[in-house]
């Protein structure tokens, strides 16, 4: 064999040994791939069966959920309609040492002053009740109280300090640890109201600021203690529970003596119930025609006499026709001619 032959001989061998080679690389390499891509599902399979088996709850489990979801959503009504109610308070006041007490956070005017009424002891007379807001007192020098309300406790301590100066008070000061506040924005936290404010304050339901004093509180607590006359506590049965410590009310008409000016209130006492109307009268001849209290009734007659000046008549009896009847005689036994009826009222429990 010549060179040549044995070189094509080479050749040819290394050309099949190539071939080979490269046949069995492809075929480990085809078999790699189908164990790759059955490797890739397998594990598809297991992160999707881990995935079921995360998101799986117990019917337990599923229950506890909804009970937790109703919780949440009722906690949420709640504080959306605690946002829209009024949450009232009351102050009342002991007529014999001026101390007073306070009641918060009622669905109702009413609630709140029965409550304060019931942590009075003695005998007692409502002064205001609140809502939605912050009440503080003022006292004077001369020892007149005068209450009035703010967005917080420094405003409604500022308020009520203006009240004691317009009202004459002397010198006035007020306590900031007396100042008390109701309301929803009072007894929810901020993050319990952050939910809710924006869309509240939008559509404008969250409750107003309210302050309605009782008829002639605000009068007597201006009043210096010793100014304010001896309080009497209303008998059972005259419209109140035998539990209720509630001042029997006086009222009275004052008028200008040989004038026209008159003024008439409704006090706690009867020296209170005197001595503002005569103020209200505004001037300096007034004096009180007729005081009178519950079960009681009081008449007015008033003429004019040949100079221009006045005359005031007036009687109390238990019955309107009885009071009526009492003031006409006297102004008949005075020889007036003409006796008009200006005024027939009665002090009755409703």
């Known amino acids: 064999m010549n060179i040549a032959s044995n070189w094509r001989l080479t050749l040819a061998l290394c050309t099949a040994a190539l071939a080979m080679a490269g046949g069995i690389a492809h075929a480990q390499n085809g078999r790699q791939a189908q164990m790759q891509a059955h490797a890739q599902q397998m594990n598809f399979l297991g992160w999707q069966q881990s995935q079921q088996a995360a998101t799986y709850i117990s019917a337990e489990e599923a229950a506890a959920q909804q009970q937790a979801a109703a919780a949440a959503a009722a906690a949420n009504r709640r504080v959306r309609d605690d946002a829209m109610r009024d949450w009232w308070g009351a102050v009342v006041v002991n007529t014999a040492d001026g101390s007073w007490n306070v009641n918060l956070n009622e669905h109702s005017p009413d609630i709140a002053t029965r409550s304060a009424m019931g942590k009075c002891n003695g005998t007692c007379w409502p002064v205001a009740t609140f809502a939605n807001t912050c009440v503080a007192p003022a006292y004077s020098q001369q020892g007149g ?70 008829p002639g509180g605000a009068e007597f607590i201006a009043k210096p203690p010793a100014a304010r006359g001896t309080g009497t506590r209303m008998a059972p049965g005259e419209g109140q529970s035998s539990s209720m ?106």
């Open 145 to 214: 109280m005068y209450f009035d309300t703010g967005e917080n406790k420094k405003k409604a301590a500022e308020a009520a300090l203006a009240a004691c100066q317009a009202g004459g008070g002397a010198q006035c000061r007020s306590a900031e640890e007396q100042t008390f506040c109701t309301g929803w924005k009072f007894a929810y936290s901020a993050l319990d109201r952050l939910n809710y404010r924006m869309e509240l304050i939008a559509i404008n339901r969250v409750a107003k600021p309210k302050l309605d004093f009782f």
């Open 245 to 350: 410590n509630i001042a029997q009310p006086w009222s009275a008409i004052a008028v200008e003596r040989g004038g026209e000016a008159f003024a008439m209130h409704l006090g706690v006492t009867e020296r209170d119930a005197k001595d503002t109307a005569i103020s209200k009268c505004g001037k300096q001849g007034c004096e009180t025609a007729v005081a009178w209290t519950m079960g009681e009734c009081a008449a007015i007659v008033r003429t004019k006499d040949s100079n221009g000046g006045w005359k005031t008549y007036s009687a109390k009896a238990g019955t309107k026709p009885a009071a009526e009847d009492a003031v006409v005689t006297q102004c008949v036994e005075s020889e007036e001619a003409v006796c008009p009826v200006l005024f027939n009222e009665c002090m009755h429990a409703k």
